[in-house]
T-cell receptor, first 110, second 114 residues
Framework: DQQVKQNSPSLSVQEGRISILNCDYT??????FLWYKKYPAEGPTFLIS?????DKNEDGRFTVFLNKSAKHLSLHIVPSQPGDSAVYFC?????????FGKGTRLSVIA | DGGITQSPKYLFRKEGQNVTLSCEQN?????MYWYRQDPGQGLRLIYY???????QKGDIAEGYSVSREKKESFPLTVTSAQKNPTAFYLC?????????????FGDGTRLSIL
């Protein structure tokens, strides 16, 4: 039973355009959400997070939106750069250990 | 420079052999975690430790064992009871368990069966 779902295994975007990565969750007890970025043969690195008391959080080119009623969050990257090509994991917690989605592989094409 | 060190980067195991993966952190974090990643899969929690001399099973603990004798170290042993050990193993730490501070990850150990 997947509590955190990333339904798009991969996404290709042209350099300079917006990348939108989506994540859905089923556990209504989740109240804190994180995005991690992972390059091959490396560990994930933290990108951005959002608490359930907010619906938006920005950090430079990265913005995360949270829609609690739909149990949906999205990561926007604007503008996309070739160095953004990586696997992006959505993770959630609600007084529990982190639960990760399966990841979305983003390819930014120059 | 603070961080998490996992060693070795690549490890090969023969059938029926136990192997131990090392994880050391110098971030002064209380909580440490072991995850397993399989191709096309997310990270699945094997074990975690909130404090020295304490650890709890995660979602897929069968066939694995851990110890937490020092704050800095959280080694993972993959025993012969783990029937499908080939995977990428990631160690992580955080200031404390269930904190809103993000986990920091090591660069992983890839384990393969000969």
């Amino acid at each position: 039973d997947q509590q955190v779902k990333q339904n798009s295994p991969s996404l290709s975007v042209q350099e300079g355009r917006i990348s939108i990565l989506n994540c859905d969750y089923t556990n209504s007890m989740f109240d804190y959400f994180l995005w991690y970025k992972k390059y091959p043969a490396e560990g994930p690195t933290f990108l951005i997070s959002i608490s359930s008391i907010k619906d938006k959080n920005e950090d430079g080119r990265f913005t995360v939106f949270l829609n609690k009623s739909a149990k949906h969050l999205s990561l926007h990257i604007v503008p996309s750069q070739p160095g953004d090509s990586a696997v992006y994991f959505c993770a959630a917690t609600g007084n529990t250990p982190l639960v990760f989605g399966k990841g979305t592989r983003l390819s930014v094409i120059a | 420079d603070g961080g998490i060190t996992q060693s070795p980067k690549y490890l090969f195991r023969k059938e029926g052999q136990n192997v131990t993966l090392s994880c050391e952190q110098n971030l002064n974090h209380d909580a440490m975690y072991w995850y397993r990643q399989d191709p096309g899969q997310g990270l699945r929690l094997i074990y975690y430790s909130q404090i020295v001399n304490d650890f709890q099973k995660g979602d897929i603990a069968e066939g694995y064992s851990v110890s937490r004798e020092k704050k800095e170290s959280f080694p993972l042993t993959v025993t012969s009871a783990q029937k499908n050990p080939t995977a990428f193993y990631l160690c992580a730490s955080s200031t404390r368990h269930l904190t809103l501070q993000p986990q920091h990850f090591g660069d992983g150990t890839r384990l393969s069966i000969l």
